[in-house]
C-alpha cells in the first residue's frame, strides 16, 4: 500500500477493494467458535497470523517504519471490519495506537502485536538517564493484550518532555484481568523496569500534526493518542452495531410466532427501525471522525470524533438492549452469536472513555467556536 492517498473514483475503488479484503479474511477466520475459543483461552493466535500475513497489522503505519503502508482512513476501514466479526485480536491497538506510537518516536516495530497503556502519564513513573536509557515504576490498569504482545508503548513525561518507550512484556509482571467480554485487559505492574535507549525515544513537540479547530495552542502527543483511542472504539462499535442490526432482523425474519415471523410484528418491527437507525447513525459517524482525522490528523478531527463518541457510547447501549429484547431468550444463550457482539460493545464503550467525557468535550469546542462558528463547525462535514 502506498502512504499517498489517492482522491476521486480511484480513491473509492481501493478502498472498496481494502474492505472487500478485509471483509473476507475476517468472515473466513473469525467463526463463532473461533471466536467462543479465544474467549477461553485468551487469545487467538491463528486469526492474528492470518490479518498479519495479508498485512493488516500494520496498516496505516509508515512503510519506511515497517508498516504496511497506507492511511489512517484504511487503518479505520480494516479496524471496522475487524469489529463488525468480534476479532479477538490487537488490531486498533496495533495498527491504530501502540504500533502508531512506536513509529511515531522512530522506534522499531516489532514482527508481532503491540499494544498500548491507555493512561498517559499517570500510570507509570519514569526516571530517564545520562545513557538516554529510562527506569519505570508503577501499575498500569487494563493495558490491553499485554501479556501476547511483543511490545507494550507507552507515553511517559520526564522533565515535561513527551517521550515514548517500548517496554518488553517478559520484564514486567502481568496479572490477568478480562473485560466483559473476555478480552484481555491485565493490570502491567513495573518495578524497576530499565529501558534501554534503543528502545525509548524522546518527542519533537515542533513534529506532527497541529491543533486544529481553532485550538491556537496545537496538541501534544498524549491528546493526539487520547482521540486515537476513542477513534479505535468508535471504529469496533460501528462494525459490531451493523452486524447486531443485521443478526437481528435476520432472526425475526427467521423465528415464527403465531404463524408469522416474529418481524412482522409491529412490536418487534419497531425495535429493528431503532437499531437499524443507531447502526447507521454510529457508522456514519465513525466514517466522518475517521475521514476527517486521516486528512487533518486527528488534533484537527477534535469535534468530529468527540461527537463520534458520544453517539456511539449512547447508541452501544441503546442497541443492545433492543436487540435482546428482539431475541428474547435466544439472546441469551453462549450458543448464539449475539452475545459475541453486545458483551463487546459494553466493554469497548468504557474504554477510552469516563461518563460525560466525550459529550463535555463537544459543548467546549461548540462553545469555543462561539455563535458565528457553530453552523460551520457541525456543517463542515
Known amino acids: 500500500m502506498s502512504g499517498a492517498a489517492a482522491t476521486g473514483p480511484t480513491a473509492f475503488a481501493a478502498e472498496e477493494l481494502l474492505v472487500d479484503s478485509a471483509e473476507g479474511l475476517f468472515t473466513d477466520t473469525c467463526t463463532f467458535d473461533a471466536v467462543q475459543a479465544a474467549e477461553r483461552n485468551g487469545w487467538a493466535p491463528e486469526i492474528w497470523r492470518a490479518v498479519a500475513e495479508a498485512g493488516f497489522a500494520w496498516i496505516g503505519l509508515p512503510e519506511e517504519a515497517g508498516?504496511?503502508?497506507?492511511?489512517?482512513?484504511d487503518a479505520a476501514d480494516v479496524v471496522r471490519v475487524a469489529g463488525a466479526h468480534a476479532a479477538p485480536i490487537p488490531l486498533a491497538e496495533t495498527a491504530m495506537l501502540g504500533g502508531w506510537l512506536l513509529a511515531r518516536g522512530g522506534l522499531e516495530l516489532p514482527d508481532g502485536p503491540v499494544t498500548v497503556v491507555p493512561a498517559t502519564g499517570d500510570a507509570l513513573v519514569a526516571h530517564g538517564a545520562d545513557d538516554g536509557s529510562v527506569?519505570?515504576?508503577?501499575?498500569?490498569?487494563?493495558?490491553?493484550?499485554?501479556?501476547?504482545?511483543?511490545?507494550?508503548?507507552?507515553?511517559?513525561?520526564?522533565?515535561?518532555?513527551?517521550?515514548?518507550?517500548?517496554?518488553?512484556?517478559?520484564?514486567?509482571?502481568?496479572?490477568?484481568?478480562?473485560?466483559?467480554?473476555?478480552?484481555p485487559r491485565p493490570t502491567?505492574?513495573?518495578?524497576?523496569?530499565?529501558?534501554?535507549?534503543?528502545?525509548?525515544?524522546?518527542?519533537?513537540p515542533t513534529a506532527g500534526a497541529t491543533g486544529g479547530d481553532g485550538d491556537p495552542d496545537g496538541g501534544s502527543l498524549a491528546e493526539e493518542l487520547e482521540l486515537r483511542g476513542a477513534l479505535s472504539r468508535v471504529l469496533l462499535m460501528a462494525?459490531?452495531?451493523?452486524s447486531m442490526s443485521r443478526l437481528t432482523v435476520g432472526y425475526t425474519g427467521e423465528r415464527q410466532q403465531f404463524g408469522r415471523p416474529v418481524g412482522r410484528f409491529q412490536a418487534v418491527q419497531q425495535h429493528l427501525v431503532w437499531g437499524a437507525q443507531?447502526?447507521?447513525?454510529?457508522?456514519?459517524?465513525?466514517?466522518?471522525?475517521?475521514?476527517?482525522?486521516?486528512?487533518?490528523g486527528p488534533l484537527g478531527a477534535r469535534f468530529e470524533i468527540?461527537?463520534?463518541?458520544?453517539?456511539?457510547?449512547?447508541?452501544?447501549?441503546?442497541?443492545?438492549r433492543l436487540a435482546h429484547q428482539a431475541h428474547g431468550a435466544m439472546g441469551m444463550t453462549q450458543e448464539y452469536a449475539l452475545?459475541?457482539?453486545?458483551?463487546?460493545?459494553?466493554?469497548?464503550?468504557?474504554?477510552?472513555?469516563?461518563?460525560?467525557?466525550?459529550?463535555?468535550?463537544v459543548g467546549s469546542l461548540a462553545e469555543r467556536a462561539g455563535a458565528?462558528?457553530?453552523?460551520?463547525?457541525?456543517?463542515?462535514?
Open 339 to 361: 452475545h459475541q457482539l453486545s458483551r463487546r460493545l459494553w466493554s469497548w464503550r468504557r474504554e477510552w472513555s469516563s461518563p460525560g467525557r466525550w459529550s463535555g468535550r
Open 278 to 296: 443507531d447502526a447507521a447513525l454510529v457508522d456514519m459517524a465513525s466514517r466522518v471522525a475517521a475521514g476527517r482525522a486521516s486528512a487533518a
Open 188 to 204: 502491567v505492574i513495573v518495578d524497576g523496569v530499565t529501558v534501554p535507549s534503543e528502545r525509548v525515544a524522546a518527542i519533537d
Open 239 to 242: 462494525g459490531a452495531l451493523v
Open 372 to 381: 458565528e462558528g457553530l453552523y460551520p463547525l457541525i456543517s463542515s462535514q
Open 67 to 73: 508498516g504496511s503502508g497506507g492511511t489512517l482512513l
Open 306 to 320: 468527540a461527537a463520534a463518541r458520544t453517539v456511539a457510547d449512547d447508541c452501544a447501549g441503546t442497541a443492545t
Open 135 to 183: 527506569t519505570l515504576d508503577g501499575v498500569a490498569s487494563r493495558v490491553p493484550w499485554a501479556a501476547h504482545s511483543d511490545r507494550i508503548a507507552a507515553l511517559l513525561a520526564i522533565d515535561g518532555q513527551e517521550v515514548v518507550v517500548a517496554i518488553d512484556p517478559a520484564d514486567v509482571a502481568i496479572e490477568a484481568v478480562t473485560n466483559l467480554a473476555g478480552e
